[in-house]
C-alpha cells in the first residue's frame, strides 16, 4: 500500500504538551514538512524562548537552542553568522516577539538577518495564564483586563506584521491562519518560502500565524477558531505584507 500521509521526518514521534484545541501542534507540523520538502533538515537549526513553545526542542529532529525569553532573534543572529551554511528559525509567540523581544525582532530584522521567524500570534499570554499581550484585541477579556482591554489606557494591538514590513532589511512578511483546510496549505506556503528566502541569501524573513488558544479564550476548540475568523481576522488581516523577491524576479 502507497503511504500518502505520514509524520515528517523533522517532527519526533511524541506527544506534544499543548492544551486540546491549540494549533501549536498544526503550524509545528508545517515548519517540518517545510523542512523536509527543502531537504535541509541535517542543516537547519531551530531557537525557541520561553513561552507555550518553550518545549519545542522535544518535537523537532534538528538541532534546537533555548534562548531567553524574548531573546531568539539575538541567539539565531549569533548562530547564523557563526554558521553560515545553516538554515536558522525562530519559533515565537506573541507575548515573547511582540512584547519582551520587540527589540530583538525589529533590530534583527532592520539588519536584514539571513533568518526565518515563525510568528505564533494567539492575542493572548499562553503559558502564564492567559494575561493581556501586546496584539490583545480592543475590548478583548483576559486575566489582567477583566473588563477588556482598554485602549484608553492600555493602547492598540501590535500589528507586528505591518510594522516589519516598514523595515528596509525585510525581505518577506506574510501573515497566515491555520483556521481551515484552505488556510493551513497557504501558511505551508509561506512558511516554506520563508526557509527557500534564506537558503537563497534574500534576507530577512517572518510568517506571522493566527492561531488559537480554546483554554485562555475560555473556549472549545471549535468555539475559538470561530473566535479568530470574526474577532482576529479583520484587525489582522491575512495576506502578503512584503515581498521584495517578487519585485527581483
Not at 515573547?96 to 533590530?107: K, N, V, Y
Not at 536584514?112 to 475590548?139: D, H, W
Not at 514590513?165 to 497557504?186: F, H, P, Q, W
Request: charged residues 20%; glycine residues 8%; contains cysteine.
Amino acid at each position: 500500500m502507497t503511504v500518502i500521509f505520514k509524520r515528517p521526518e523533522a517532527l519526533l514521534d511524541v506527544p506534544t504538551h499543548y492544551c486540546p484545541g491549540c494549533t501549536h501542534g498544526i503550524i509545528h507540523r508545517l515548519v517540518a514538512e517545510a523542512i523536509d520538502d527543502l531537504g535541509i533538515l541535517d542543516k537547519t537549526i531551530g531557537v525557541a524562548p520561553v513561552g507555550c513553545s518553550v518545549l519545542a526542542y522535544d518535537y523537532f529532529a534538528c538541532d534546537m537552542f533555548q534562548a531567553a525569553h524574548g531573546r531568539a532573534p539575538a541567539v539565531a543572529t549569533g548562530i547564523k553568522r557563526a554558521v553560515p551554511d545553516s538554515v536558522v528559525f525562530t519559533y515565537q509567540g506573541d507575548g515573547d516577539l511582540a512584547a519582551i523581544g520587540t527589540s530583538e525582532i525589529i533590530h534583527a530584522a532592520t539588519r536584514g538577518e539571513k533568518l526565518t521567524s515563525i510568528f505564533v500570534n494567539n492575542c493572548i499570554y499562553g503559558m502564564t495564564g492567559g494575561q493581556m499581550a501586546p496584539t490583545t484585541l480592543p475590548g478583548q477579556v483576559t486575566e489582567t483586563s477583566p473588563y477588556g482591554r482598554d485602549t484608553s489606557i492600555a493602547g492598540y494591538p501590535i500589528r507586528v506584521s505591518e510594522m516589519i514590513a516598514t523595515l528596509d532589511g525585510v525581505c518577506y512578511v506574510e501573515r497566515v491562519s491555520v483556521d481551515n483546510v484552505k488556510n493551513i496549505m497557504k501558511a505551508k506556503n509561506a512558511i516554506k518560502k520563508a526557509f527557500k528566502n534564506q537558503i537563497e541569501g534574500k534576507g530577512f524573513s517572518i510568517v506571522e500565524v493566527l492561531s488559537t488558544c480554546p483554554t485562555n479564550w475560555g473556549l472549545s476548540p471549535n468555539e475559538a477558531l470561530k473566535w479568530l475568523r470574526v474577532n482576529m481576522m479583520p484587525y489582522y488581516t491575512l495576506g502578503v505584507k512584503k515581498d521584495i523577491t517578487e519585485e527581483v524576479e
